[in-house]
Every structure is written in structure tokens, then in C-alpha cells.
């Protein structure tokens, strides 16, 4: 099983949809979570942390769900400037060693 | 503003040949890394330096190499050792605190014939 598991999609989802994202993790003692955003042939942007409590900037909400190791990401009222690969974070310890990617989803907003 | 810079964005080299890909950051940050991406991939650690003066490996180290005598810098050398080279390079850095994230400068493409 790999580390850190994404579904590479494509998602392909009209304008105004809301459309969510799991990333699952192997390692039950990781620490922090984040998720970034990178656009085509560009480096990943940080979109935001994610936090135990769940947290929202806009119209983005991300969650982790500890239980079942995975963290999601749901975008709501998608917009076309959306359309980017969503890689997952996780870090088990904090070591800078130990920070581990997904693949990555793709997602299409289509007008 | 502050940032990290990573020159130059496109390199094109013969095989055989080693190159370095720069990378300087004026966020004071004291870690930073050294990542490979290849399509459809996972970013893949190649060098990650804590502090000035000290680097260590990370999971694909081989044929690559670093320095870091500044705090600013942290060139990566692509040798001829490295076989399959060709690939988008990309450096980041983050503050001090365990759980802080990754910053990223733009990167590098590298494509050797």
C-alpha cells in the first residue's frame, strides 16, 4: 500500500458544482496535513493546512478523519480558475525527511 | 517580496554532461529542498539541507549532489551519473516549527538528449 494514496481522476465537473477529494494515509501516527494546488507545468502552490477540527477558506473546506486516515477536500461553487492538480500532504512526525506526496487529482471545470 | 528563485526555468543539456540548477530563497528559511517530478507522479525527494553547511540524502540521491554555504543557497548538480535525468526540478524551503509547510520556488525543467 503506498503512503499516501490519491484517486488521480480526472475530475471533470461544470462550472458551479461542488466537488470533493479523499486522500488517504498509511502511517496512523502523522501529524500535520496540507493541501496544494499546482497548475500545468508550474510548481505546487499551498492551498491551505489542514487542521483536526476542520477548517474553511472560501469556498474551500478541508477535513481529517483520523479513524479511517484520510483527509478530504471539497470545493463548492467550482469555478473554471479551479481547474489544477490537488496534491495531498502528510507528514508523520514533522521531520522534514518524512514529508510525503500523493499523485495528485486532476480536476477540469468545464463552462 | 520575499520568495525562492529557482534558474533557469528551462536547461537542455547533452548526455553525459553535468549541470546545476540554482535555487536561492531570501524568506530566511532555514530547510531546504531539493524534489523531482516526473509525470504523473509523486514529488520525490532528492536533498534536504537543516541548516548551512550540512545536507543529507533523500529517497533517490543517486546521481545528484548539493552544497549549501549560505543560507540563501541551495544548488543542485545533475551529473552524468544520474541516468535518467530529464525530468521538472523543484526546490523549496520552510521555516523553523515541525509541522510548517513546504514553499516552493518555480522550477526547473530539465530535458537531456
Known amino acids: 500500500r503506498k503512503e499516501v494514496e490519491q484517486d488521480p481522476g480526472p475530475f471533470n465537473v461544470p462550472e458551479g458544482a461542488t466537488v470533493a477529494f479523499n486522500c488517504t494515509y498509511s502511517?496512523?501516527?502523522?501529524?500535520?496535513f496540507f493541501w496544494y494546488r499546482q497548475d500545468c507545468r508550474k510548481e505546487p502552490k499551498l492551498l491551505m493546512s489542514?487542521?483536526?477540527s476542520g477548517n474553511e477558506d472560501g469556498r474551500f473546506t478541508a477535513q481529517l478523519n483520523r479513524a479511517s486516515q484520510y483527509i478530504s477536500l471539497l470545493i463548492r461553487d467550482s469555478k473554471l480558475s479551479d481547474s489544477a492538480t490537488y496534491l495531498c500532504v502528510v507528514n508523520p512526525s514533522g521531520s522534514a525527511r518524512q514529508l510525503t506526496f500523493g499523485s495528485g487529482t486532476q480536476l477540469t471545470v468545464l463552462p | 517580496d520575499g520568495g525562492i528563485t529557482q534558474s533557469p526555468k528551462y536547461l537542455f543539456r547533452k548526455e553525459g554532461q553535468n549541470v546545476t540548477l540554482s535555487c536561492e530563497q531570501n524568506?530566511?528559511?532555514?530547510?531546504m529542498y531539493w524534489y523531482r517530478q516526473d509525470p504523473g507522479q509523486g514529488l520525490r525527494l532528492i536533498y534536504y539541507?537543516?541548516?548551512?553547511?550540512?545536507?543529507q540524502k533523500g529517497d533517490i540521491a543517486e546521481g545528484y549532489s548539493v552544497s549549501r554555504e549560505k543560507k540563501e543557497s541551495f544548488p543542485l548538480t545533475v551529473t552524468s551519473a544520474q541516468k535518467n535525468p530529464t525530468a521538472f526540478y523543484l526546490c523549496?524551503?520552510?521555516?523553523?516549527?515541525?509541522?510548517?509547510?513546504?514553499?516552493f520556488g518555480n522550477g526547473t525543467r530539465l530535458t537531456v538528449t
Open positions: 523549496a524551503s520552510r521555516p523553523s516549527g515541525e509541522y510548517s509547510p513546504l514553499h
Open positions: 489542514v487542521y483536526s
Open positions: 502511517n496512523s501516527a502523522s501529524q500535520s
Open positions: 524568506l530566511n528559511h532555514d530547510a
Open positions: 539541507s537543516q541548516i548551512v553547511n550540512d545536507f
